[in-house]
């Protein structure tokens, strides 16, 4: 039956959050399976604008049932306090699924979160601190803590207890920070576990009982492929498979069930944290020339380039072909939506990178090794903008201005995928569907 992984294809907050909430109403289940609430997707829906870190964003539609997958690393106090506030707005979170295998984000990987980056000082990845990358440590290192364990006090207490024998030490001596009690760690999470106990589930049989039943699965990526563990640009990454093969691992459904990945890109890049970026351009503070930080701060300003998790402000950068050739391979992309294409009105001209240059050998596709991403020098198109012109109305691909609609036949056929959706605004409504359908 059809199923869809919405995948960014990017560095992250390409505007999944938007394009999940456009499309699920196609769907009967939409699925997070990787990542936590490091997660920032916001959905502008009905007049109303929500940052969402670990609901996945079909939660707006009342017959979609939204799963957390056993691939994602779920803190419980944020989940708690994300349905409240989504009770508060009025929508509905009764029908929420989480996996009984997914990991618990515990108190302790936070503090190791944030003193490990403070340890690596200039070689920090620029992590959300939101314990994440200690948790699927855990998680592989097989010392984690899963949703199930919240069922049983009395193996919450066993496992935190064994856990505590290990991480107290490590807190203590190695980065001189607070220690845990078992009782202090249980009187947080324990009330936690008797709030999220009806929503527990054996998610992979019910996704499987219902595409046995022809229903429709919408699988939901968090961050982008370059952030993908496998996949990115390591170890400027995340600490998960956010890439599309990922939906199969975090959720128990098999590749075959997939009949669409659609990845999300925006029609320039950014990217929050450290690690590589060929086209970034810099501000002025970096050391960029004049020309360079106004196109990194009219991106940053017309794009509103802020975190929605931490609100750091996002570098930003042209659009990168390569990336695009790249995500399109390691996803087996069939349809891209191209995302903030209003936002490049501010410009009389626009650069694309359809290759890189280093050493004098050019790349068009993703190089080897990652030191040559680092020195890579961009090799640059210069398209003609449409300064000044409003695009943000347009609801078809024949009302863009010819030089959006020449920018857009121009990324597609250098991606070498459908741009079968085009988004002109964050609304929901502000979107030109050209050839998108869910099956
Ligand atoms: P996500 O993490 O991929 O879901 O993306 P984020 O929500 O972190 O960042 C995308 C931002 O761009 C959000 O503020 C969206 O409301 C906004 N957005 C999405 N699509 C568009 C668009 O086409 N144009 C504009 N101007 N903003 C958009
Ligand atoms: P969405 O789903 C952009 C980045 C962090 C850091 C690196 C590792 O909104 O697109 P982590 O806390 O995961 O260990 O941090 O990954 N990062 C994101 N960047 N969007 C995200 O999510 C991100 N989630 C993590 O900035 O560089
Ligand atoms: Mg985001």
């Not at 009905?46 to 939660?59: D, N």
């Not at 592989?140 to 024998?165: H, N």
């Amino acid at each position: 039956m059809p199923s869809t992984v919405l995948v960014g294809a990017q560095w992250g907050d390409e505007g999944k959050g938007k394009i999940t909430d456009l499309i699920a109403k196609d769907y009967d289940y939409v699925v997070r399976y990787q990542g936590g609430n490091n997660a920032g997707h916001t959905v502008v829906h009905a007049g109303k604008t929500l940052a969402l870190h670990l609901m996945p964003s079909g939660v707006m539609y009342e017959h979609a049932v939204p799963v957390i997958g056993n691939g994602v690393v779920v803190d419980p106090g944020v989940l708690v306090t994300e349905m409240a506030m989504l009770s508060a707005e009025g929508i509905d979170c009764s029908k929420l699924k989480i996996s009984c295998d997914a990991h618990v984000i515990m108190p302790y990987h936070k503090d190791l979160d944030g003193a490990d980056e403070k340890r690596l000082g200039s070689n920090q990845i620029g992590t959300t601190k939101r314990g994440i990358g200690p948790c699927y440590q855990d998680k592989a290192a097989r010392k984690g803590i899963r949703v199930q364990d919240l069922l049983d006090e009395k193996i919450f207490r066993l496992k935190v207890e064994t856990a505590l024998a290990q991480k107290n030490p490590i807190l203590e001596k190695i980065y001189n920070i607070h220690t845990y009690t078992v009782d202090e760690i249980c009187e947080e999470y324990l009330p936690y576990a008797k709030i999220l106990k009806p929503y527990m589930d054996e998610t992979a049989q019910l996704l499987n009982e219902a595409l046995a039943q022809g229903k429709n699965i919408l699988f939901e990526g968090a961050q982008g492929t370059l952030l993908d563990i496998d996949h990115g640009t390591y170890p400027y990454v995340t600490s998960s498979s956010c890439c599309a093969g990922g939906a199969a691992t975090g959720t128990g459904v098999g590749p075959v069930a997939i009949s669409k990945v659609l990845g999300i890109q925006k029609a320039y890049v950014t990217r929050v944290g450290g690690g590589p970026f060929p086209t970034e351009q810099r501000s002025a503070e970096e050391g960029a020339e004049a020309e360079e930080a106004e196109v990194g701060d009219t991106l940053c300003s017309v794009g509103h380039e802020y975190g929605v998790t931490t609100g750091r402000r996002r570098r930003c950068g042209w659009f990168d072909a390569v990336i695009a050739r790249y995500a399109a391979q390691v996803n087996g992309l069939t349809d891209i939506a191209l995302t903030k294409l209003d936002v490049l009105s501010a410009f009389d001209t626009i650069k694309v990178c359809v290759a890189y240059e280093c050493e004098g050998t050019r790349y068009e596709y993703f190089p080897m090794q990652q030191s040559v991403l680092f020195h890579a020098k961009p090799i640059y198109e210069e398209l003609p903008g449409w300064k000044g012109e409003d695009i943000s109305g347009c609801r078809s691909f024949d009302e863009l201005p010819k030089n959006t609609q020449h920018y857009v036949e121009y990324l597609e056929g250098l991606a070498g995928v459908p741009m079968s959706i085009i988004s002109v605004g964050p609304d929901h409504d502000q979107t030109i569907m050209r050839g998108w359908s869910s099956c």
